[in-house]
């Protein structure tokens, strides 16, 4: 723990080195060097010698009043009644700190006899509540009292009456020792010949103790050493006893590996024996399995020659069939188009070459625009064409028992298709080929039920061209809108009705059809039907 931090920019660090070597010669310790060890946060030994310290200085200058650092610092100080501020550039402190008194540092070298410095140690020795243990400048220090030299007069001097008494008193204690001495010396010659009878007395008693000692010792040495014979004697028979039994075992061993070699001799020719009888049978096996394999190639060259015959007469059958089948196709084809130029004629069909055949079929995905899931695949495929229109159907993936067949033709309508939850694209999907779309005929006029006592009329217009993507593909098509409102007298609300359709020449049909439907221009129904395959006679 240090006594003093010292808080600074970094700008002014030499100013801060030469503050902490004063403060350090007058005994308290310093804390200033912001050199991090390795493993350590810098705000984390901050923080930690900032709680530690007994006192902390700020330096204020131009730089550290602009510095987060030296604020937050200060401000830690402050908290703890422990901030001694500081100048060393004649500045004014941020804004807290201004009614601190502070001690003027400006233009100091380092001179530790300056009336600033001498003030910043009397602040510190009352923050610190201990005065400086090292050499305090002069002024500080107070004038010591000097001895004076006497000067004379009646009266002797005190040293000298003392230095009298002391002689005296020596001289006395000499005497003394001199006559106890002599008694003394009387006494310790009795007590020195009292005490020599007393070693020899002592000496001859510890003899015969010692010779009593040295014959026990000799007989207990005699006795350890007839235990160490008797040990020997019964080593030497555990030895040869232990050779006897080992030798027993050995003899026992070879007898045991003889008998295993010899068993193990034996069924080695046993196994032989057996091997060679087993290569024996398998040689046998293996020519009855090659004459089997002969004659099974044999047999199946036969078979495949015979295989070969019939798939040749097979597919001249084949071929003949096919003959006969892609003529009555064509000749059918021939009818067929005989009859769609038939029925185009009578249908009035503006665009011919857009008008379907029969076997053409289109796949569509329906998705709800409120759950953004896909509910059913909806196939609709041209079953016959004829002078009342083109006769369709419709398979519904979500209801494999529902089947619907209409006729559509030159008048756009909404077929009535019961059994279905939600309205399929049947509004005019071969416009393009009863009207042409290409600035031709005015486009009709069809009538949606779009509430139990509401019924919008829907005109019909060409909006441009658009290039749409589709699960099937990239289209260029024509895009067509028909757009209506009616009011519901019984919902009592206005009723806004729109679909869209986008019609692609290439797949004679719609690829993109959208139906949205609005009540107070809030969204009843957002349908999406989009192409996912097709096929279309050429």
């Known amino acids: 723990m240090s006594d003093i931090f010292i808080s600074y920019a970094s700008v002014d660090r030499d100013r801060a080195r030469e503050l902490a070597t004063q403060l350090e010669r007058l005994g308290w310790s310093v804390w200033w060097d912001r050199q991090i060890q390795a493993g350590k946060t810098f705000a984390g030994v901050i923080e930690s010698e900032i709680d530690c310290c007994r006192c902390v200085i700020v330096l204020w200058s131009r730089a550290s009043v602009d510095s987060r650092w030296v604020r937050d610092e200060a401000n830690e100080g402050l908290k703890r009644e422990a901030l001694v501020p500081v100048f060393i550039e004649p500045v004014d402190p941020p804004l807290g700190f201004r009614s601190i008194h502070a001690?003027?540092?400006?233009?100091?070298?380092?001179?530790?006899?300056?009336?600033?410095?001498?003030?910043?140690?009397?602040?510190?020795?009352?923050?610190?509540?201990?005065?400086?243990?090292?050499?305090?400048?002069?002024?500080?220090?107070?004038?010591?009292?000097?001895?004076?030299p006497n000067d004379g007069g009646g009266k002797r001097p005190p040293w000298l009456i003392l230095g009298a008494a002391a002689i005296l008193v020596i001289a006395i204690g000499v005497a003394g020792v001199a006559y106890f001495r002599a008694d003394h010396d009387v006494q310790v010659t009795d007590r020195a010949e009292e005490a020599r009878r007393k070693a020899e007395a002592d000496a001859a008693r510890q003899g015969t103790e010692l010779d009593a000692k040295r014959k026990e010792l000799e007989a207990q040495r005699a006795e350890l050493d007839a235990a160490r014979r008797a040990q020997a004697e019964a080593d030497a028979r555990r030895r040869a006893e232990a050779e006897a039994a080992a030798r027993d075992a050995e003899a026992k061993v070879a007898a045991r590996e003889a008998e295993a070699q010899r068993r193990a001799e034996a069924e080695a020719a046993r196994q032989l024996k057996a091997e060679r009888d087993r290569l024996g049978a398998a040689e046998d096996a293996r020519r009855k399995a090659e004459a089997a394999r002969r004659a099974a190639a044999e047999e199946a060259a036969r078979k495949a020659d015979a295989e070969r015959a019939r798939l040749a007469a097979a597919k001249d059958a084949q071929r003949l069939e096919e003959e006969r089948k892609a003529q009555a196709a064509a000749a059918r084809a021939k009818e067929a188009e005989r009859a769609?130029?038939?029925?185009?004629?009578?249908?009035?069909?503006?665009?011919?070459?857009?008008?379907?055949?029969?076997?053409?079929?289109?796949?569509?995905?329906?998705?709800?625009?409120?759950?953004?899931?896909?509910?059913?695949?909806?196939?609709?495929?041209?079953?016959?064409?004829?002078?009342?229109?083109?006769?369709?159907?419709?398979?519904?993936?979500?209801?494999?028992?529902?089947?619907?067949?209409?006729?559509?033709?030159?008048?756009?309508?909404?077929?009535?298709?019961?059994?279905?939850?939600?309205?399929?694209?049947?509004?005019?999907?071969?416009?393009?080929?009863?009207?042409?779309?290409?600035?031709?005929?005015?486009?009709?006029?069809?009538?949606?039920?779009?509430?139990?006592?509401?019924?919008?009329?829907?005109?019909?217009r060409v909006v441009g061209t658009d290039a749409v993507t589709v699960p099937a593909g990239r289209f260029d098509t024509i895009k067509v809108e028909a757009e209506g409102r009616a009011y519901s007298l019984f919902k009592q609300l206005q009723v806004h009705s729109i679909i869209t359709i986008w019609y692609a020449p290439k797949v004679k049909r719609f690829v993109k059809y959208t139906a949205q439907s609005f009540e107070r221009e809030l969204p009843v129904e957002l349908n999406t039907f989009e192409l996912v395959e097709y096929r279309v006679n050429p």
């Open 103 to 148: 001690a003027n540092l400006a233009g100091w070298r380092g001179d530790p006899e300056s009336p600033g410095f001498r003030d910043l140690v009397r602040d510190l020795s009352s923050t610190l509540n201990s005065p400086p243990a090292g050499n305090l400048p002069p002024s500080d220090r107070g004038e010591r009292s000097r001895p004076r």
């Open 340 to 460: 769609s130029r038939a029925a185009a004629k009578a249908l009035a069909v503006k665009n011919p070459e857009m008008l379907p055949s029969v076997g053409d079929s289109w796949s569509y995905r329906y998705v709800d625009g409120f759950r953004r899931a896909e509910l059913a695949r909806l196939t609709y495929r041209i079953e016959d064409i004829t002078g009342d229109g083109l006769t369709e159907s419709l398979a519904v993936s979500s209801r494999p028992d529902f089947a619907s067949r209409v006729v559509v033709n030159r008048a756009p309508t909404f077929p009535l298709r019961s059994g279905l939850n939600f309205s399929p694209p049947d509004l005019a999907p071969y416009l393009q080929a009863f009207y042409g779309l290409d600035g031709g005929p005015r486009l009709p006029t069809v009538t949606r039920q779009v509430t139990s006592d509401a019924s919008v009329d829907m005109r019909m």
